[in-house]
Every structure is written in structure tokens, then in C-alpha cells.
């Protein structure tokens, strides 16, 4: 058995380390667990460094290291070694968090000693290291921990507002200050405010911190976090569940940029802007188009049998979110910002053709505050819209029917304008007989809007079968 007498040197725990990479190594070498164990608190930084990865190697994937390693309170030791340099240099701090993280794997028993160890106070000064190489295994620490049997526990304790929610700003101010995008993070961040519905709590919390707040209220923080939640939703909309409050909040949050952003200066640039509450403001649209296109999953709609045959259930138990947003009036709102707006670049040049300079009407329009922001509310309306008769006849009742046709064209600043515009509208008239007879009796009056429109193919016909007017696009 290998025993430190006092003469060990870098090179031996280098071999040490070499040896330890393999399964069969890690074997051999599992009595030195108990030694560096033993050694951790008396040893100079270079030398804990070494000791602290062989410790991470010895853990990984060995379970019997690992049962070990909790038997003798290895968490509390890497802790208390790590945190008592003057100042932790984020190399060290990443080896103690690799291994507490190969350690959380064994097991339920494990995470609950990783996380003994770490809650709450030095999870907050690790969330505080600013390296990209500490924040990852941070993260993945978090997530084991908050998987599991215990878990749901762990992720309250994560929550609460004295005690874990200081550690989730440190990690969300790290992230944002460093632009980190890893995995871990994403979902850590995705679990707790999506999925746990802590996205209210956290997002208020990132208020009162470092002062980094725009005069809109809104701070990097805040559009980190946004675009990290539309990223997620954006890329695996299948792997996700999305409550209706969830939804709400988001709502909220685009309802309070909206009102309080400058939209008298036109945005050159896509998300993200570097302005955060504009990036808030486009997060937010993004995610809500994503939510009203989200559809749950088969386990989540089907109730068991005998449920069905008790009493009747609460709606507010399985309406989808998008039905919640639509009662909160979504859809109105997002007709009015869309009002608001100056009209596309293709019917503004043909109105200047026609009235020259004079365009009162446009002086005192608003105009897209980044790249897309058109486009961003047109297809927030369009998801709506799909399958819904009752938002098809909103949009005829609340005028909006050749507000939306004018989307049907080319603007500058808003890539795929046109494209959403047209399957907004065709879901707009989707089996709708008053919508069509409205845009027929529209075209009647005069061609819809501008000849730039016309060039679309856009028309409406009489159906030969039925003798309804329907919408025909024939380029």
C-alpha cells in the first residue's frame, strides 16, 4: 500500500495521476484514496492540485472509490481545502468540483454528501470564481445533485431566497460576464426556471444585484437568461415540458419591455443587440413562439382511466400554455405593437412614390428596435393563429385582418418577413368563411394594399365546389 511519509514530490503523484487513467490503475490505486485524503488539508497549493486530481480520477466511474470516498467525509475535506487558500485559482477550484462531480454520480447517498458539503456557502464562493473552466463542472455538480430521489428537495434549497438563489445569480452574473454557453448550464438554468417554474423568482433576483441595470430595469443578467431558456426551447422543444406560468411570465416580461423601450431608433443588428432591453424584448417573442407552437407530450395530456371516470378535472390542469396566454390577450397585445410599427420597407417605398415626402402617418410610427422584430411578433401570431378558430375571428374583430396582410412582403431588417406573413394569413383563413369574405370584400374595394402585393400572387378566389371566397397563392 502506497503511504506518504513526508517525501512524496510532484513527480511521484504525477505518476500517480498517469497511473490512475485507467480502470485497472484506478483499481490498484484505490488505497491511496484514504491517504490523500489525509494529506489534503496540509498540503501547499501545487501539491493539492495533484492530489485533487488524482482524487478526480480515482472517482470516476469506480464505486467502490466512490462509497469510500463519502465513508470518509471526502466531500467536507475537498471543500475545506480548496476554500482555505487566501484565494482559490480556478484551476484548483475546477479539479475539487471534477471530482465532487464524479463522486455525486455513485448515488443518491453521494449527492446528499456532495451537497451537505457545498450548500450553501461554498457553492456561492465557487459560483463566484469568473473562469469558464470552473463554471462547467460548477454546473454539472448542480445538476447531479438536483437529480435523484433527493433532488426535488435540493432544487427547492436552490430556490430559496435567502440561501440558494444568491448562488444561482453568481452563476447566471459568471455566465453572462464571460458569455458562457455550455450544456451544463443551459439545462441547469432550463430545470430550475422552466421545469421547477423558479424562472419568476430568479429573474427578480438578477434586480438587485450589481447595479448593471439599464434605465428600462433590465440588465445583462437578465438577457443572458432569456437567451439561454429560447436557445433550449429552440433546440429541443420535444425534451422540454412548459407550464402555463412559465408562459405568463414571460408574457409579462415582453408586456414590461415593450413599454418601456425607445423604439424611435431603428436596430442594425440581430439578436443579440448588446443592448438588454432589447435582447429582453426579442428573448421574450422568441420564446413565446416557441411555446405557442409546443405541443405536450402523450404522457403528459392522458389521464389514467380511473381518473377519467371520478369527477371532473380542473381545466387549469391540462390547458396547454398557449391557451393561457391567449385568455391573458396575447394576441391583442401583439396586433398593437405590430400597429405601432412604421409599415414594412416594400409599402413604405411605395408610398413614397405615390405621396412623395409627405407621410405624416410615419413620422410618429415606431420602428424595429433590432433585426427581426417584425418578423418575431408575425410569427408569435401565426402559431396562435394555427387550428384556432376563435383567434382567427379576433384578428377579423379586432381589425387586424389587413394589418396582417401586410406582412405578406420583402422588409428590410426582418429576414423571412414574407414567409411568416404568408402562413400567417393562410392559417388566418383556414376554413374561416368570414375572414375570407372580409379579405374578398377588401380586394373589391381596392387591390390588397400595394402593387408590391399583388406581385405576391396573392388573390382571393370563389371556390367552384362550395361558392366561398378563399385565399389563393398562386406564385
Request: charged share 25%; glycine share 8%; hydrophobic share 40%.
Amino acid at each position: 500500500m502506497w503511504r506518504d511519509e513526508g517525501v512524496e514530490d510532484e513527480e511521484t503523484l504525477s505518476a500517480l495521476l498517469e497511473a490512475s487513467k485507467t480502470r485497472e490503475g484506478r483499481a490498484a490505486l484505490s488505497d491511496a484514496l484514504a491517504d490523500t485524503l489525509h494529506l489534503l488539508p496540509a498540503s501547499p497549493a501545487p501539491l493539492l492540485l495533484l492530489r485533487l486530481r488524482l482524487l478526480r480520477n480515482l472517482l470516476a466511474g469506480d464505486a467502490l472509490n466512490q462509497g469510500t470516498f463519502v465513508l470518509l467525509s471526502g466531500p467536507a475535506a475537498v471543500v475545506s481545502a480548496a476554500l482555505a487558500l487566501p484565494a482559490l485559482p480556478p484551476d484548483l477550484a475546477r479539479a475539487a468540483l471534477q471530482a465532487l462531480g464524479n463522486a455525486a454520480l455513485g448515488g443518491d447517498r453521494h449527492r446528499e454528501a456532495v451537497w451537505d458539503a457545498l450548500f450553501p456557502g461554498a457553492l456561492r464562493e465557487l459560483a463566484r470564481v469568473r473562469d469558464a473552466g470552473v463554471l462547467d463542472p460548477l454546473c454539472m455538480v448542480l445538476d447531479t445533485c438536483c437529480s435523484g430521489d433527493g433532488g426535488r428537495g435540493r432544487v427547492e434549497e436552490l430556490c430559496h431566497e435567502d440561501l440558494g438563489l444568491p448562488v444561482l445569480v453568481e452563476l447566471v452574473a459568471t455566465a453572462s460576464r464571460l458569455g458562457h454557453k455550455e450544456e451544463w448550464l443551459e439545462w441547469l438554468l432550463f430545470k430550475i426556471c422552466v421545469e421547477e417554474e423558479k424562472f419568476e423568482a430568479l429573474f427578480a433576483a438578477l434586480d438587485s444585484t450589481d447595479g448593471g441595470e439599464s434605465g428600462d430595469g433590465f440588465s445583462a443578467k437578465h438577457a443572458f437568461l432569456m437567451g439561454t431558456l429560447s436557445k433550449c426551447l429552440t433546440e429541443r422543444p420535444e425534451e422540454v415540458s412548459i407550464s402555463n406560468s412559465f408562459a405568463l411570465h414571460v408574457f409579462n416580461i415582453l408586456k414590461h419591455a415593450a413599454e418601456t423601450l425607445d423604439f424611435t431608433c431603428r436596430g442594425s443588428s440581430a439578436l443579440p443587440t448588446g443592448c438588454p432591453g432589447i435582447d429582453v424584448l426579442g428573448y421574450s417573442l422568441v420564446l413565446l413562439k416557441d411555446i405557442c407552437a409546443w405541443e405536450p407530450s402523450s404522457s403528459e395530456t392522458e389521464a389514467p382511466v380511473d381518473s377519467l371516470l371520478q369527477a371532473e378535472p380542473s381545466s387549469s390542469g391540462t390547458e396547454a400554455p398557449v391557451d393561457s396566454l391567449l385568455q391573458a390577450g396575447l394576441v391583442k397585445r401583439l396586433l398593437k405593437y405590430l400597429g405601432e410599427l412604421e409599415p414594412p420597407s416594400t409599402i413604405r417605398k411605395a408610398m413614397a412614390k405615390e405621396q412623395g415626402d409627405q407621410q405624416p402617418a410615419l413620422a410618429t410610427a415606431k420602428v424595429c428596435p433590432y433585426n427581426g422584430y417584425r418578423r418575431d411578433l408575425v410569427a408569435v401570431i401565426a402559431n396562435c393563429l394555427h387550428g384556432r378558430k376563435q383567434v382567427q375571428d379576433e384578428v377579423r374583430q379586432l381589425n387586424g385582418i389587413m394589418l396582417l396582410l401586410q406582412q405578406c412582403v420583402i422588409d428590410e431588417g426582418n429576414a423571412y418577413l414574407r414567409e411568416w406573413g404568408l402562413l400567417a394569413v393562410r392559417y388566418l383563413l383556414e376554413e374561416n368563411e368570414e375572414n375570407q369574405k372580409e379579405v374578398s370584400e377588401l380586394q373589391m374595394q381596392e387591390p390588397i394594399l400595394t402593387p408590391e402585393v399583388a406581385e405576391l400572387g396573392l388573390r382571393v378566389e370563389i371556390d367552384k365546389k362550395t361558392g366561398h371566397p378563399k385565399l389563393v397563392n398562386s406564385s
